[in-house]
């Protein structure tokens, strides 16, 4: 099946500063890229969906200026947690889906955020 | 808005032996995708099978089968001859049809804790 991948894996930081990550569709093109999160021992709750090229949707709930999202190419969107606090702390995963590819998403390993 | 409700947080089932998922959905659309998803301890998600709406069929993947009925609105799964790396959270999902160049997003249950005991 199309590979995945997201980095970092995981990744520690001090309240206030800013985390990067990425998502990546090795081997297709993803039209259509999502974000979810997910707490321990709970289910996947999705943030927002973001198009290529086009501003992503988000979830209610989910603040737009905190979780930044860029889909600026076919292969490789990004999630900017913006002044992170440890309320973020969480499991982010990515997922992707394009044409041709069945109607599947494929998912990400995912990375875990903690904010200290 | 659809629903997805999966009313067994965790399950257990002794090594090859047949253990059953339960899953509800709601939803007023005639046609979607359901879908049965394993998430192991490596928190990696890993389609398990897949189900089209309007396809009557009951799809089966080797070990895995699910039992569809969709006036009741539900999706169970099956795994028979249960192995010790089928331990995993599963999460029952459902996807609306892409419309608009826009693929769906997945509504998933709140999943269930499957052990395997040996």
């Known amino acids: 099946g199309a590979v995945v991948s997201q980095h970092p894996s995981r990744v520690i930081c001090k309240s206030g500063t800013s985390v990067k990550i990425e998502c990546r569709s090795l081997?297709?093109?993803?039209?259509?890229m999502f974000w979810y999160r997910q707490f321990p021992k709970q289910s996947l709750m999705l943030m927002a969906t973001?198009?290529?090229?086009?501003?992503?949707?988000?979830e209610q709930g989910v603040e737009k200026d905190k979780f930044l999202i860029n889909h600026a190419s076919l292969t490789l969107s990004t999630l900017t947690v913006t002044s992170a606090h440890p309320e973020d702390s969480s499991f982010y995963i990515c997922?992707?889906?394009?044409?041709?590819?069945?109607?599947?998403?494929?998912f990400g390993p995912g990375t875990r955020l903690t904010v200290l | 808005a659809q629903t997805v409700t999966q009313s067994q947080p965790e399950m257990s089932v002794q090594e090859a032996e047949t253990v059953t998922l339960s899953c509800t959905y709601d939803?007023?659309?005639?046609?979607?995708?359901l879908f049965w998803y394993k998430q192991p301890p490596s928190r990696q998600m890993i389609l398990v099978i897949r189900q089209e709406a309007y396809k009557q069929q009951n799809a089966t993947e080797n070990r895995f089968s699910v039992n569809f009925q969709k006036a009741a609105k539900s999706f169970s799964l099956k795994i028979s001859d249960s192995q010790l790396g089928d331990a995993a959270m599963y999460f029952c999902?459902?996807?609306?049809?892409?419309?608009?160049?826009?693929?769906?997003?997945?509504?998933f249950g709140k999943g269930t804790k499957l052990s395997v005991k040996p």
């Open positions: 997922s992707a889906a394009g044409p041709n590819l069945n109607n599947e998403q494929f």
């Open positions: 939803t007023s659309e005639s046609d979607y995708y």
């Open positions: 999902a459902y996807r609306s049809l892409p419309s608009r160049g826009s693929q769906g997003n997945l509504i």
């Open positions: 081997d297709f093109q993803a039209t259509t």
């Open positions: 973001s198009n290529e090229g086009s501003k992503a949707t988000y």
